[in-house]
């Protein structure tokens, strides 16, 4: 078997992934990383130094402090030991983030599910040892799943019998959300990269934000295309989030498998895409549908969820394809000539 691969930052700021020598200059920002939900952040705000280092901490513990509470690796999150122990009381930004995805999960007919960390468990994609699990391994998981299984009640959450939560579809995105809290606070510009999960706050001096979108067949800091995007004022925000069949991988026998399972069998999604990138108004649902119309595929469906919880997303098939929904075409500029653009989805 090959070493899982782990790929962190999957849609790149321009300015902090790719060091383009434009984020200097006159504007005044301070940038720096830290680390949290396995993933790098690296956040950069547009402010002086006295003031933006301070504001860095402030965002790095958003961050943090949101990663103990859901984890679901750090035996002492709510979400583990609701794992562990089938029931458990959770604080209200855990509620919230289980509302909001339990929510999703309905919305989206179950291509997202957040109620199969025992399938997602077996196939140990958050480990360095990930393995395919049998047939009847996956098959009797499967029975554990089901959202109208989990109750809410007076900040207790209750699981069905075996049930298990895995949350590392909406996390980052939920991550980035905690992250705009604290921006709304100081109300600076700025620009974080969570995973593959993308917060643009605020409007950037001199211009649009510009953002290169990673190319699944490349490296970590290739990318096939930009967006350049702008909030509308300077409170708000816009996020980008990508999911692809590259992310967290391993081969056995000479097949390749990704961490994106299909809900309905417990196998990676097979829907002839490579990736998609959503931007939303929000993070957890910008991370939640790029997770969701990879699974679902392209087609009419997808693109009726584009339109009632997307600005826009752009579809990436394996042979190279480009789809970009109209919320986004205006902002899209390929700049890979392997790749090419369709208006082709079915």
Same mark, same amino acid.
């Given at each position: 078997?090959?070493?899982?691969?782990? $790929?962190?930052?999957?849609?790149?700021?321009?300015?902090?992934?790719?060091?383009? %020598?434009?984020?200097?200059?006159?504007?005044?920002?301070?940038?720096?990383?830290?680390?949290?939900?396995?993933?790098?952040?690296?956040?950069?705000?547009?402010?002086?130094?006295?003031?933006?280092?301070?504001?860095?901490?402030?965002? &790095?513990?958003?961050?943090?402090?949101?990663?103990?509470?859901?984890?679901?690796?750090?035996?002492?999150?709510?979400?583990?030991?609701?794992?562990?122990?089938?029931?458990?009381?959770?604080?209200? !930004?855990?509620?919230?983030?289980?509302? %909001?995805?339990?929510?999703?999960?309905?919305? @989206? =007919?179950?291509?997202?599910?957040?109620?199969? /960390?025992? *399938?997602? #468990?077996?196939?140990?994609?958050?480990?360095?040892?990930?393995?395919?699990?049998?047939?009847?391994?996956?098959?009797?998981?499967?029975?554990?799943?089901?959202?109208?299984? $989990?109750?809410?009640?007076?900040?207790?959450?209750?699981?069905?019998?075996?049930?298990?939560?895995?949350?590392?579809?909406?996390?980052?995105?939920?991550?980035?959300?905690?992250?705009?809290?604290?921006?709304?606070?100081?109300?600076?510009?700025? $620009?974080?990269?969570?995973?593959?999960?993308?917060?643009?706050?605020?409007?950037?001096?001199?211009?649009?934000? =510009?953002?290169? *979108?990673?190319?699944?067949?490349?490296?970590?800091?290739?990318?096939?295309?930009?967006? #350049?995007?702008?909030?509308?004022?300077?409170?708000?925000?816009?996020?980008?989030?990508? %999911?692809? %069949?590259?992310?967290?991988?391993?081969?056995? +026998?000479?097949?390749? &498998?990704?961490?994106?399972? +299909?809900?309905?069998?417990?196998?990676?999604?097979?829907? /002839?895409?490579?990736?998609?990138?959503?931007?939303?108004? =929000?993070?957890?649902?910008?991370?939640?549908?790029?997770?969701?119309?990879?699974?679902?595929? @392209?087609?009419?469906?997808?693109?009726?969820?584009?339109?009632?919880?997307?600005?826009?997303?752009?579809?990436?098939?394996?042979?190279?394809?480009? &789809?970009?929904?109209?919320?986004?075409?205006?902002?899209?500029?390929?700049? =890979?000539?392997?790749?090419?653009?369709? !208006?082709?989805?079915?």
């Amino acid at each position: 078997m090959e070493r899982l691969k782990r $790929v962190g930052l999957i849609v790149l700021p321009l300015c902090l992934a790719l060091l383009v %020598s434009a984020c200097g200059g006159a504007d005044r920002s301070v940038s720096g990383a830290s680390f949290a939900m396995g993933s790098v952040l690296t956040a950069r705000v547009y402010t002086q130094k006295t003031e933006g280092t301070p504001l860095l901490g402030e965002i &790095y513990a958003a961050a943090a402090a949101l990663d103990g509470k859901i984890s679901a690796t750090d035996p002492s999150s709510e979400i583990a030991v609701l794992n562990a122990e089938g029931r458990g009381a959770c604080g209200e !930004d855990t509620l919230e983030i289980l509302r %909001s995805s339990l929510s999703l999960c309905d919305a @989206l =007919n179950g291509r997202l599910d957040i109620t199969l /960390g025992a *399938v997602t #468990s077996l196939w140990g994609f958050a480990s360095d040892t990930p393995r395919l699990p049998s047939a009847e391994e996956i098959s009797a998981a499967l029975v554990t799943k089901g959202t109208r299984k $989990v109750r809410l009640e007076n900040g207790a959450v209750t699981l069905g019998e075996g049930q298990k939560l895995d949350l590392g579809a909406v996390g980052k995105g939920a991550g980035c959300d905690a992250i705009r809290t604290v921006l709304d606070g100081v109300g600076v510009p700025a $620009v974080i990269s969570f995973g593959g999960t993308v917060l643009l706050y605020g409007q950037k001096p001199g211009g649009a934000w =510009n953002v290169g *979108v990673r190319d699944p067949f490349g490296g970590q800091e290739d990318y096939f295309a930009t967006l #350049s995007l702008q909030p509308e004022t300077a409170s708000d925000a816009l996020f980008i989030s990508t %999911s692809g %069949s590259y992310e967290k991988t391993f081969t056995e +026998n000479g097949k390749t &498998y990704h961490h994106i399972l +299909n809900p309905d069998t417990g196998m990676p999604a097979d829907t /002839g895409l490579a990736a998609v990138t959503c931007v939303a108004e =929000n993070g957890l649902t910008a991370d939640a549908l790029s997770t969701a119309l990879f699974v679902n595929g @392209l087609n009419e469906t997808s693109l009726g969820w584009v339109g009632q919880y997307l600005v826009g997303a752009v579809f990436v098939f394996a042979d190279g394809r480009v &789809y970009v929904t109209d919320g986004l075409r205006t902002a899209f500029t390929l700049t =890979n000539d392997a790749f090419t653009l369709t !208006d082709a989805y079915d």
